[in-house]
Every structure is written in structure tokens, then in C-alpha cells.
């Protein structure tokens, strides 16, 4: 196994893509995910691969869409106020089923927001990236390792679905340093019959298009694509499970927010709690199955976020309300202490908090 | 700890910050006035503002931006900057921003810090960063800071580590990447960092060592509230 070396979670990002094989990144800087374009100005010349600051964060994802329609693996990363800019061309990519990578290391907002950690963009990732009817993958890493292993997985999936893979991180996800093992296996990538890389004369042109004036056929589109994403849903959906087997109490938290919770797990064990975590690594397609199963012997469940409470909805979707679902959080850039969070468990519990 | 101006550079993540908080306690108990400046214009994370309570109780004095760990992301430099060569009594220890484009804030100041003679400029150095994996991308990125800075290095500082889950081994495993930079370079390895717990494993081993304490992480327990 190859040696480890310490990265920050943007680092671990930008090199993981290479290693992917993705030779082209477009993006424009905003913290707190610069690291991610200054790692690749650094790398993609010496590697024969394109770097590129755009003018702005529209310009970026319209650089996406060109490359994907070649075929090519690619990429773009900002966070959260450049996330809502690319909107636009995230609604197109769906709409021309172009597979692309998108990065959000979150920050706190609403608008200008501040620049500290938040996972306040879980309903714009899941729900309304843009208009019209279309899903993206949306996966959600709680360690270095795992913004590494989830950046190869992203533009796999992305690729075989011919879909956006959002990776949907946070600001501590992006800065914190650990340490990291590349020996990440990457699967050969897919033909791509449908790229549009010249004809040479011997097959009809593709066309690369999400213009659609003939409205059965645009519902035909629709219905195509749905079929896929039940496909996904059926096949893609991925969670930690963690003390959850005779768990009463059961914490729902991704990220930053599930590593918090991990530790007052621990600790309300430790004072005879019976408590668990169910960690989504996916939450477009929500890991609904496992929640549903854990619902059937838990009491209570307390969806843990850096937000005023977003996944607390599909929390209380999969477990169809059979059992109370409460919110335990911080917002605004702030990240919950493990104490909270034990204070939250024991109050789940029928105790004092 | 000889010299008056103390400057810790580097690749950014490299752990100037850290070294440049745990230095600055070292001189204090020598010194009675010391200072730590934050010169760091590139990142608005991590900066030694974060430690401006150990630091105010060791009684060192704080020079940095007014905007550092405000979240207002700035590239901006403290007023007090001067001090730093004004000073003459106060011994001063200088974080720089990472890389050549944080070195550059050293530009209005390198004058009158050469002009002095009284400073150790000090090239901080990790083989467990993925862009300085070895001594050839190590010296380029020191070439760089060089360039932006306008003062000469003096000295290494080995700071290899893997964070919390660093091993003796892996300090071990940097040394011959730390002579490596000796040798291409020509400066002395002046010491060689590790956190607290591994000073007993490798202080026969390893000459010079100078024991770091690691900032606290916001998803453990606190120890100062305890967790009951």
C-alpha cells in the first residue's frame, strides 16, 4: 500500500480527480475551497491537462458542458454563493445528460453569507440545483480519505448515469489537514458513443443539445431520464451505519456534523445510552431503506445538521413519522458541540438534557 | 533562538502557524518581550490569532491585521507592521503566508531586516505534503519564496509529520529527506518538530528536536468543559 501524505480536504479533492482522469478544470476562486484551483493551476500544466480561470462562476460550468460533450472527464468546484451562479448551466448539463463533476465546499448563508462551515445547501443539492425536472448525485464525504474516495466515485457514477455528481462538502471538510492514502483503484472509463469527438465520415453526427420544442418528445426525455434515476435509486443509495443494530436513539448526520455525533455517540454509551448514527454518504438517493429498518426499533431520531434543518425532511420521509424526528443544530457557520449533541440524545432519551 | 527576527516560510499547510505559536512560548521564557507577527495575507483560516489566549497569557504581544479571524477575508497588513523593525528590544517571531505569494507581504519589510543582520529566516519543510513529496520539489518551492521574499534562507526546519496520527517512524523515515534539502541547498537543519508525546521515542535519535503542541479540534470533547 502506498504511503500516506497529509492533505487538506480541497488537496485530497483536486488530486483524487486527477487521478481519476480528469485533464480539464474550469472555476473561479472563492473560499473556502480555493485550494481546490490553486492545486490544479499547480499540477494540470506539468501533466498535460487544462487549468483554467474563468471569468466567472457562469463562465466555469458553460466550460463543463463543452468538455463533457466531448467526452472528456471535467470538472468545476466553488462554494455555496458560486454554486447558486452555475445553477443555470447545472439545469443544462441535466437537460443534454452530461456527465460532470461539481464540487461545493458550503459556507453559511443565505446570500453573501460568511465564510465558516455550513450545510445549509443540502435542499439546493438535493431538491432545486435548477430548473426543470432532473436529479444529481449528491454525495457527501466526512473525512480527507473520504473526499478523496467520493471525487473517483463521483465521475464513475456521473459517467455511468451520464449525470452531475455534486460532491457536497463543507468548510471544515475542505481546510482540515489529515492524512491520506491515494491507493484509490479507478475503474477503466465507458465508451461514450454519444460525445461529439468528429465523425470522420463514417457515422451520423451527435448533437450535444437540451432544446426540446416538441413537447412529447420533451416528456419522452423526461420519462427516459426518470427511468435512470429510479436506477440509481435503486442501486446507488450508501450510508455508515454505526452502533445502529439495537440503537433507541438514533442521530442522522452527514459530514462534519456526523464526526461530532460520532464522538457523543461514543460518549452515551459509555453512560449506558443506547445510541447510533446512520451516516448518509449519498443524499440524493437518500439511503431511505436504512432509516426505515432503524425505525423499527428505535424511539426517537435527531437529525444532527449545520443548517436551521434541511435533511431533517427526508429523515422524517424515510421513517414515515412513525417515530419523533427532532433537530439538533447550528447555523450561520457555527458547527454543534459533541456536548450538544450528547444533551440532545439524552433529552431523546426521556432524560434530562 | 539567538537572533532578534525570527521568520518561519514555507509550502502553505506546511505548519508555520503552529511552529511559529510554539516558538514563541520557547523565547518568552527567555525574553521578556516577545512578539508574534501574523504576516499572512493568502489564507483566513488557521492563523495565530486563533491562539491570541495562550499567547496574552504567556504575555506575548500579538502583531497581526485587524481582520485576521474577523472572517473578513482581506488581504491586509497590521498597521503595527513597523514594530517589527522599529523595535530593536523586542524579539519577534514572524508566520509567514504560505508559499511564494504569501512571502511577498515580506517585501516592504526585507530591507530594513537585512539591513539589521539580526535574523534567522527559517524554510519550513514537510515530506508528507503531496506538492513537496521530495528534496528537488521542496527546494522549488523555497526557490520561489526566495524570489517573492527578498531575504536569504538560513536554516531548515524538518516539520514531516502526518498530523495527530504521526508515528516516530515517520519522523525517522524524513531525515534523509531533510539532509537531502541540506545538501542541495547548503543551509544548516536547525531543528526537527514533533508533537509532544513522541519526544521520549526519538530524543536519542534525533538532534535538535523541538516539541510541538497541537491546536485542538472542534469535533472532540473539550478538555477544558470535561464531557459529562
Request: charged content about 20%; proline content about 5%.
Amino acid at each position: 500500500m502506498a504511503e500516506k501524505v497529509l492533505m487538506k480536504g480541497n488537496e485530497a479533492i483536486a488530486e483524487a480527480a486527477i487521478l481519476a482522469g480528469c485533464r480539464h478544470y474550469f472555476g473561479y476562486p472563492i473560499t473556502p475551497q480555493t485550494e481546490i484551483a490553486a492545486y490544479m493551476a499547480k499540477k494540470m500544466p506539468k501533466i498535460g491537462g487544462t487549468f483554467l480561470q474563468a471569468e466567472s462562476e457562469i463562465a466555469a460550468i458553460n466550460m463543463v458542458y463543452g468538455v463533457s460533450s466531448t467526452g472528456k472527464r471535467v470538472m468545476t468546484s466553488s462554494s455555496s454563493p458560486g454554486i447558486s451562479l452555475k445553477s443555470e448551466g447545472l439545469s443544462y448539463l441535466a437537460g443534454a445528460d452530461l456527465p460532470a463533476l461539481v464540487v461545493n465546499v458550503q459556507r453559511g448563508g443565505p446570500g453573501l453569507g460568511g465564510i465558516q462551515p455550513s450545510q445549509s445547501d443540502y435542499f439546493q443539492a438535493t431538491r432545486g440545483a435548477g430548473h426543470g425536472d432532473f436529479r444529481m448525485i449528491v454525495l457527501a464525504p466526512a473525512s480527507v480519505q473520504e473526499m478523496a474516495e467520493l471525487t473517483v466515485k463521483g465521475f464513475e457514477l456521473a459517467d455511468e448515469y451520464r449525470m452531475t455528481s455534486l460532491i457536497l462538502a463543507d468548510g471544515t471538510m475542505g481546510q482540515m489537514m489529515e492524512p491520506v492514502s491515494l491507493d484509490i483503484t479507478v475503474k477503466p472509463q465507458p465508451e461514450k458513443p454519444w460525445a461529439v469527438t468528429g465523425t470522420k465520415c463514417a457515422r451520423f453526427h451527435n448533437s450535444i443539445n437540451s432544446l426540446s420544442l416538441v413537447p412529447e418528445e420533451l416528456e419522452k426525455f423526461n420519462s427516459d431520464r426518470y427511468e435512470r434515476y429510479a436506477k440509481v435509486e435503486a442501486n446507488e443509495a450508501m450510508a455508515e451505519e454505526y452502533m445502529v443494530d439495537d440503537a433507541e436513539v438514533v442521530i442522522a448526520a452527514f459530514g462534519i456534523a456526523a464526526r461530532v455525533s460520532k464522538n457523543a455517540v461514543n460518549e452515551a454509551r459509555k453512560q449506558g445510552i443506547k445510541a447510533g448514527l446512520i451516516r448518509p454518504i449519498t443524499l440524493w438517493p437518500f439511503p431511505k431503506e436504512v432509516f426505515a429498518d432503524a425505525a423499527k426499533h428505535a424511539k426517537a431520531f435527531i437529525s444532527v445538521e449545520l443548517s436551521m434543518g434541511q435533511m431533517i425532511e427526508d429523515v422524517r420521509l424515510s421513517t414515515r413519522c412513525r417515530v419523533p424526528v427532532t433537530l439538533c443544530n447550528r447555523a450561520g457557520g457555527m458547527i454543534p458541540s459533541p456536548e450538544q449533541v450528547l444533551a440532545a440524545i439524552k433529552q431523546a432519551n426521556g432524560g434530562e438534557a | 533562538m539567538n537572533k532578534r527576527i525570527t521568520l518561519f516560510c514555507g509550502h502553505y499547510g506546511s505548519g508555520k502557524t503552529n511552529i511559529a505559536v510554539n516558538y514563541a512560548l520557547a523565547l518568552r521564557k527567555q525574553y521578556d518581550r516577545v512578539a508574534i507577527a501574523d504576516l499572512d495575507i493568502v489564507n483566513p483560516y488557521f492563523r495565530t490569532k486563533d491562539s491570541s489566549e495562550d499567547l496574552a497569557k504567556a504575555g506575548i504581544e500579538l502583531i497581526c491585521s485587524p481582520y485576521a479571524g474577523s472572517n473578513v477575508d482581506f488581504p491586509a497588513l497590521p498597521q503595527e507592521i513597523y514594530q517589527i523593525t522599529d523595535d530593536k528590544d523586542l524579539r519577534v517571531v514572524i508566520d509567514v503566508g504560505g508559499d511564494d505569494r504569501g512571502a511577498l507581504a515580506l517585501g516592504r519589510l526585507a530591507p530594513a531586516i537585512w539591513e539589521e543582520r539580526d535574523f534567522e529566516m527559517l524554510a519550513v519543510v514537510n515530506r508528507f505534503r503531496p506538492l513537496t513529496p521530495d528534496a528537488a520539489s521542496a527546494v522549488e518551492v523555497l526557490s520561489e519564496i526566495r524570489a517573492a521574499s527578498g531575504l536569504p534562507f538560513t536554516g531548515i526546519v524538518n516539520n514531516s509529520n502526518l498530523g495527530e496520527e504521526t508515528t516516530a517512524e515517520d519522523v525517522l523515515s524524513s531525515v534523509r529527506y531533510a539532509e537531502e534539502i541540506e545538501n542541495v541547498t547548503g543551509l544548516p537543519l536547525v531543528m526537527t518538530c514533533v508533537k509532544y508525546d513522541l519526544l521520549p521515542a526519538l530524543e536519542s535519535k534525533i538532534d535538535n528536536l523541538f516539541p510541538l503542541v497541537l491546536q485542538e479540534k472542534p469535533t472532540t470533547f473539550s478538555a477544558k468543559t470535561g464531557n459529562s
